[in-house]
């Protein structure tokens, strides 16, 4: 059976960013890569020691999977009148970071965005400072290798690395500009329910028309291994916050694709939730889907929960118990066996959950 891994989380693609010394140049169209890194959900005003073990990795890549500032929470506290200033503020502060500056200026990077770095909780295609946030995220974590990205709305774009044979496919999603309005819960805090439910409007998007299009053509497109990265979850089911399950005719729309296009050489990577966490899920004959969710890089569940050492969440396609201390992903590819090693690592690096996927 063929295994494809979804990495949800969202991020953006780079050309050469050779001209700013701040930040390091992305591989070359034809670097083979088999050593990649990935996380999401950082808070720019906290302490972030977790570069320094995701460094030591010595990754070809990293992949900021969204929420990479907290613009909605600047100064400790809930931002109450928001404008650009305050996205202004959370992208210098992460620009002028003792701890990611280093970071960025050594490890490659791609990026795209979630709710509080596109600049309000769980936001979408109202929020009317999206513009603001692309500017200063481009100018941050530096300008994508799709270079129709900068000029087009959202920020969804994709790489490709390696020759063929070797080839991995970048696909960064914007689940944030374009999508539609959720539907809140009925029943707060209910297990299953806590904030929004499943809404089967076929009005709703959580892409948008063209970049629905646009994705569709990047899987159509050769690659031996396929990253997809969603800020949100993809596969996650068993809760009532922010995911693809809020959609259920949307997801059922990218597995579609997924099938009909032969792209089940794909793994899905994602952040959001504080927690880490792997998923399987078997969408059609002989496709199956792994999706890695990795979150928080220094604003975990723990943080929270001091006085718990379990996460109490289960779902129908969960691999183990969550993770809720501060995490990091990485995948080791090994080319010859054509497998992958996804591992989701402590603060320290040490390794907390690990499956292994065939491609």
Known sequence: MRMTLILAAVLITGSVHGSDPKIAQLPHPESILTRIAFGSCADEEAPQPI???IKAENPDIFLFLGDNVYADNNRGKPVENFTRAELEFAYDTLDKHADFAPFRASVPMLSTWDDHDFGKNDAGVEFELKKDAKELMLETLGAPQDKAMPGRPGVYHSATYGAEGQRVQVIMLDTRWFRSSLKATDEPGVVGKERYVPDVDPSKTMLGA?????????FEKPADLR???????????GHGWEAWRT?????EKLYSIIAETGAGNTIILSGDRHVGG?????ISAGVTLSEITSSSLNL???NWNPDKDRVEETGPYQIGDLYGKANFGTLEIDWATRRVVAQLKSELGITARSINVTF
Request: neutral net charge.
């Open 51 to 53: 570069w320094a073990a």
């Open 210 to 218: 063209n970049q629905w299009t646009w994705l569709r053509e990047q």
């Open 227 to 237: 990253l997809l990265v969603s800020s949100i979850q993809v596969i996650a089911d």
């Open 247 to 251: 959609m259920p005719l949307e997801r």
């Open 278 to 282: 792997l998923y399987r899920h078997t």
């Open 300 to 302: 975990p569940w723990s």
